[in-house]
């Protein structure tokens, strides 16, 4: 949604100016707008980090990470982000206390084009522009790997874009909305798009403003290059208009005004962005937010208290022949300029011509009938208006002729589909249910039916991802475990002999086996006694790890291969870890005494660390249902033949309770010096539980201490790895408790140890409130281990990256 000035010299020399991905609902910019809980969050200005502070309830909130953001966008209860080097896409939740979750990171694929949908978010890839997408429901169709895109935008269920080369109009997402709004364009060659509730709007190649709908109509409005930058809400629309920056408002309804527009009389804007029932925008004067709109204060304006934003993500590259801001120098902190919303080119080939669908539009649509709409703006002189007067007498005649065309085949497909007489295929159990009415001022559909729509897309949005934080989800795409016999792992384990024996889990002991096949596998096998039988009959481990680890496919994460479930035998088949479980090289009197483990290194340590959280972060962020562990500790990180780290044991993992409600109360479970005593003291279970067990997993591997030990003479009063290492961390005074088997770190080491150090002692805060995400842990043990790899003046020591909630 960015402001398209005037550009009448332009016109008069036959150039055409192209505007770019306008900002709305689900379209990358500066400034987004989350609905439910009414937060407004933009990209801030002449600061040397381009920081992300927030509004909501009053209050302005700084984002964390503290790190350089390029664009950011707005869903229904959350926004997103992309980090300025488009390695990382960052997500926050507005209804709680801006929870952070990591989406994406992969610096050699980096990302542009962000575009969050009301539940989905899409991004682009650099230079390929292939879509990628996430939080997606089950029946959201991914766009074709062919298909190239120059920008996209994403609305509630569904997002489209335009292709490169033919700039052409796809969209993707739900399999009944996203296939009639492609269809309302055709084949028209389309210069912007942004995307709302249940409309697509932008400007195409003649400079007029063109809507597709669900419908499958095509609207038009205004003037030729009258207006530019474009926010669409859930019934409504609004735009700049090129020629002074103002904005006006209507509905898809045919009613008029969404509201009154003398809101924002005698104000420019360079962006706007819209919620459901509310719009917002970056004033040209000083670059501050303005909010307007039935669902903001009672309609009236509203000027937020936050600080002067960016019109625009800086960048390093030049901007063209339509140049930059004035003063993009200083609000990009001299680090990069910003540009004007528009691109020129002469225009050497004529752009093609719009063109019928090659699918029949649902209902016809014989010419584009605008609602109405305020008052033009002064006229432009007059030999550009009689260019301008001409062009648009071409353009609305081949409209007219495509809406003909349309209605003649529509009326074709309505017979032969038998939809005309109401028969409807239904093609799935989740199809919205539209209703159609009779022709009316908006072109087909009855007044309400655009108003209900949006709400009909909601809500079938909300069952499926309420169904698929159910679990049921899962049970579409079934991984089966294979199934053993017992005789099978009996033969497998030699009888089970304590030879084989390798360790005991939550619900039995492990052994090592070999199956016929050759495969070594780890044999987890439930005890039958009475007392234990009454226990997994209260705490479900073996159905728990069953359900778990038979859909959780991760690298960290150690594979489940079969299981067994005969008479009263109850035992699961893993894949086998070559180098046991990290305590042992830890801890082992053996491993001590030797010295010479290959753990004895700070940068293996740390990246043993780091795998291990990467594979909780797996559980917190990625899992469909999100899972809590509940049983992090050294003994349950598992290393590989290649001395890749892996959590095991689930069987006292739960899955998460949902943002907006507390868990029910429990008995607490877990391991003493691990378990999180906010949950042993209170019984509230959240995902910070698995933190506090990672932060002192970190803080034995910095120790070499077990969780629990026994420290002074005379054999030692029992003490926590935690109060003997926290004080000393806070102290400065680190290097006293390092493992003296590792030895000192030396120069590139130190701080990569400093900070593993400080975000352990960050996880181990008494309140959950207090501890970092998984997200955050996992790029602070990245950035150690970079750190460890790297020369002194490759990495800057920066910002310790902790997010407290």
Not at 192 to 217: E, I, P, Y
Not at 290 to 295: A, F, I, K, L, R
Not at 347 to 372: E, H, K, Y
Request: glycine letters at 10%; aromatic letters at 8%.
């Amino acid at each position: 949604m960015k402001r398209v000035a005037s550009s009448w010299s332009c016109l008069a020399l036959l150039i055409v100016c192209l505007v770019p991905s306008s900002d709305a609902m689900g379209s990358g910019a500066t400034l987004a707008i989350s609905d439910a809980s009414g937060s407004v969050c933009g990209v801030v200005a002449a600061e040397s980090t381009r920081r992300i502070d927030c509004y909501r309830q009053g209050q302005v909130v700084a984002i964390t990470p503290n790190v350089s953001f390029s664009s950011i966008s707005g869903g229904r209860n959350y926004f997103c982000g992309l980090r300025s080097t488009n390695s990382d896409l960052l997500c926050w939740n507005t209804t709680s206390s801006f929870q952070t979750r990591r989406l994406y990171h992969n610096a050699s694929v980096p990302l542009h084009n962000l575009a969050v949908g009301d539940t989905h978010v899409c991004a682009t890839v650099v230079a390929a522009g292939t879509v990628l997408c996430w939080r997606t429901a089950d029946t959201f169709q991914l766009p074709s790997r062919s298909d190239r895109f120059a920008s996209i935008s994403s609305g509630s269920g569904f997002s489209c874009g335009i292709l490169n080369n033919v700039s052409r109009v796809r969209c993707w997402g739900d399999p009944i909305v996203a296939p009639h709004i492609q269809n309302a364009f055709g084949n028209m060659s389309m210069l912007s798009l942004v995307a709302g509730g249940s409309h697509v709007c932008g400007l195409n190649f003649t400079g007029f403003l063109v809507c597709g709908n669900v419908s499958g109509q095509l609207e038009s409005r205004g003037g030729a290059f009258e207006y530019g930058g474009l926010a669409l809400g859930s019934d409504h629309g609004c735009a700049i208009r090129g020629l002074n920056g103002s904005v006006v408002c209507w509905t898809w309804s045919g009613r008029g005004e969404l509201w009154v527009n003398n809101v924002t009389d005698g104000v420019s804007f360079e962006v706007i962005v819209s919620g459901s029932n509310f719009v917002c925008g970056l004033t040209t004067n000083n670059l501050t937010v303005v909010c307007w709109g039935p669902g903001w204060s009672n309609g009236s304006r509203f000027e937020l208290p936050l600080p002067r934003l960016l019109p625009g993500p800086c960048v390093q590259s030049s901007c063209g022949e339509c140049g930059s801001y004035l003063n993009s120098q200083f609000l990009c902190s001299a680090s990069g300029n910003i540009c004007k919303p528009m691109t020129c080119r002469p225009q050497t080939t004529a752009p093609p011509p719009p063109s019928p669908s090659p699918s029949p539009s649902p209902s016809p649509s014989p010419s584009p009938s605008p609602p109405s709409m305020p008052s033009p703006s002064p006229p432009p002189p007059s030999s550009s208006r009689s260019k301008t007067l001409t062009r648009g007498l071409l353009a609305f005649a081949i409209i007219g002729s495509v809406g003909a065309f349309a209605g003649i085949c529509t009326i074709v497909y309505c017979l032969w589909s038998g939809i005309c007489f109401g028969k409807k295929k239904v093609h799935n159990s989740v199809q919205p249910t539209i209703t159609r009415g009779s022709s009316g001022s908006n072109g087909g559909a009855s007044n309400n039916s655009n108003s209900s729509l949006s709400s009909i897309i909601i809500r079938q949005t909300s069952i499926i991802m309420r169904r698929q934080r159910s679990g049921t989800s899962s049970a579409k795409h079934p991984e089966r475990a294979e199934e053993f016999t017992l005789a099978e792992l009996v033969a497998a384990t030699n009888n089970f002999s304590l030879d084989n024996k390798i360790g005991a889990g939550s619900f039995g002991v492990v052994y090592r086996g070999k199956l016929a096949d050759g495969r070594e596998v780890a044999i987890k096998r439930g005890e039958t006694g009475s007392k234990t039988k009454k226990f997994q009959e209260k705490e479900s481990a073996f159905e728990s790890e069953l359900a778990f680890l038979s859909r959780l496919h991760h690298k960290h994460l150690v594979g489940l291969v079969g299981f067994c479930e005969e008479k009263d035998e109850r035992l699961l088949v893993y894949e086998y870890m070559k180098n046991g479980a990290l305590y042992d090289h830890l801890h082992d009197k053996n491993n001590v005494e030797k010295g010479s483990s290959v753990l004895n290194y700070w940068k293996m340590r740390i990246k043993i660390a780091l795998d291990a959280s990467r594979g909780i972060e797996y559980l917190h962020n990625y899992a469909v249902p999100s899972i809590i562990h509940r049983d992090i500790k050294s003994s349950n990180i598992l290393l590989d033949a290649t001395w890749t780290a892996r959590v095991s044991d689930f069987g006292l993992s739960l899955m998460s309770p949902e943002p907006d409600r507390d868990h029910r109360p429990m008995k607490a479970a877990g391991t003493v010096g691990y378990i999180d005593p906010e949950y042993y003291g209170l019984n509230v279970l959240t995902a910070k539980t698995d933190v506090y067990g990672l932060g002192v997993v970190l803080l034995e591997l910095l120790t070499g201490k077990r969780a629990i030990f026994k420290y002074g003479e005379d054999g030692g009063t029992p003490l926590s790895v935690v109060g003997y290492a926290v004080p000393a961390i806070l102290a400065g005074e680190l290097e006293t408790i390092l493992d003296p088997r590792v030895g000192p770190p030396d120069v590139n080491e130190t701080e990569a140890v400093e900070l593993v150090a400080y975000t352990a002692m960050h996880c181990v805060n008494l309140e959950g409130k207090d501890r970092p995400t998984m997200a955050d842990i996992v790029i602070n043990l990245e950035r150690a281990l970079v750190l460890c790899e790297s020369s002194n003046d490759s990495v800057s020591s920066g910002t310790i990256s902790v997010v407290s909630e």
